[in-house]
């Protein structure tokens, strides 16, 4: 079996097209999208028309959550854009992505963790940002790992956790509490968005360091799960430029640098 994971799209149609193209030469058996595909200030309609024309199938993020639930003058300024842009198609295709899905039977696919589409899995936020440089997140300990896996049908049954959320492309693998057997987590990291700001429960900032689209290539082999997590360059300078016009610097920042400083 040969996966293909996506996640956090965010509307950034430019880098989506430029990871199916390399995903459609990769050969593939299935593509996964792991949630947050919408909710920014880019192109969330001919995102989703993409991806509708295309049939992938997806869970819901935290951001698809938001715009379905929330009332309007709740949504956050990513969020207000998107829903002053799709459609009631649009909607509907949203709403029929479940929280979480078993992809296969042993392959368990969530948005941030097994229990919670907000929740950060294997980074850790702090409460020292601009302390000795620090940007207020750091990779989670194998603890704090182990105790956000929770517990269930994916302890028991999962070799490979497939999540996004924090926009950081990683693999980790943990002994399974109540199986004992091995479980690859891997976070594909973001096609559209490489670096964020957030303030909940402190402030932080994500950075990847570079503009380029992630993604990760997912093989079944008799040894386990081989991964690889891809960087795809594509035209940044345009989603850029488009940030801007919508007067969001903190967007246009990342997407030219993968920083936010």
């Not at 300024?77 to 002053?84: K, P």
């Not at 009631?88 to 479940?98: E, N």
């Not at 992809?103 to 919670?116: K, N, R």
């Not at 360091?209 to 290539?217: I, N, T």
């Amino acid at each position: 079996m040969k996966i293909a994971a996506i996640s956090d799209i965010h509307g950034n149609l430019n880098a989506l097209q430029a990871v199916l193209a390399e995903i459609d030469r990769e050969g593939v058996d299935q593509i996964i999208n792991c949630g947050d595909t919408l909710g920014g200030p880019l192109e969330s309609a001919k995102t989703a028309d993409l991806l509708m024309a295309r049939g992938i199938p997806m869970i819901a993020g935290n951001h698809e959550r938001q715009l379905l639930t929330l009332p309007p003058d709740k949504l956050n300024r990513s969020d207000a854009c998107t829903a002053s842009e799709i459609n009631d198609a649009h909607r509907a295709w949203l709403a029929s992505a479940p929280p979480t899905m078993w992809f296969a039977e042993d392959v368990f696919i969530c948005h941030g963790t097994p229990a919670s589409d907000l929740h950060y899995w294997l980074e850790t936020i702090t409460d020292d940002f601009g302390q000795n440089g620090s940007v207020g997140v750091r990779p989670a300990s194998h603890a704090e790992i182990l105790e956000r896996l929770g517990s269930g049908a994916h302890t028991c049954k999962a070799s490979l956790i497939i999540c996004g959320h924090t926009h950081v492309p990683r693999v980790v693998q943990v002994n399974s509490p109540d199986a004992g057997h091995p479980i690859t987590i891997v976070n594909a990291g973001s096609v559209g968005l490489p670096g964020y700001d957030d303030i909940h429960p402190h402030k932080h900032w994500i950075e990847t360091g570079s503009p380029h689209a992630r993604y990760a290539l997912i093989e079944k082999t008799p040894h386990g799960w081989n991964v690889q997590l891809r960087s795809v360059a594509y035209d940044f300078e345009r989603m850029a430029q488009l940030a801007e016009r919508r007067k969001r610097p903190d967007w246009a920042r990342p997407l030219r640098t993968g920083r936010m400083s």
